[in-house]
């Protein structure tokens, strides 16, 4: 199994982005997926989730500003980011989740991640 994630960069506040995360070894339509992210002082936390019949779910802080999305079919994830702010600043990855009402990811098999930059 293994996630590839890719689109990150630097940005500048209010920017956008668009993360990609091509899956292999898994058939994503059989999982939840979800976007973590991870900075040096915080642990890697869930910002948003996609449920196996296209349910969502955002973490309070990204809510409005980010969009989950997956395509079954290229077996992949996307996470559109929007109206990013420096505190967006994070390393994003993303993972299979136990299941539709447990966001906890999937042991073993995370990817390298992307790295999001917001800064003027």
């Known amino acids: 199994v293994e996630f590839v994630e890719s689109g990150g960069g630097l940005v500048q506040p209010g920017g956008s982005l668009r993360l990609a995360c091509q899956a292999s070894?898994?058939?994503?339509?059989?999982?939840?997926m979800g976007w973590f992210r991870q900075t040096p002082r915080y642990a890697r936390t869930l910002v948003a989730a996609i449920t196996t019949d296209n349910g969502w779910h955002y973490e309070e802080r990204v809510r409005g500003r980010f969009t989950i999305s997956r395509d079954n079919d290229k077996n992949a994830v996307y996470l559109q980011l929007d109206n990013l702010r420096p505190q967006d600043t994070a390393v994003y990855y993303c993972?299979?989740?136990?299941?539709?009402?447990?966001?906890?990811?999937?042991?073993?098999?995370w990817g390298q991640g992307a790295q999001v930059t917001v800064s003027s």
């Open positions: 993972k299979d989740l136990f299941s539709n009402i447990d966001w906890r990811p999937r042991p073993f098999y």
């Open positions: 070894g898994i058939n994503i339509s059989e999982y939840a």
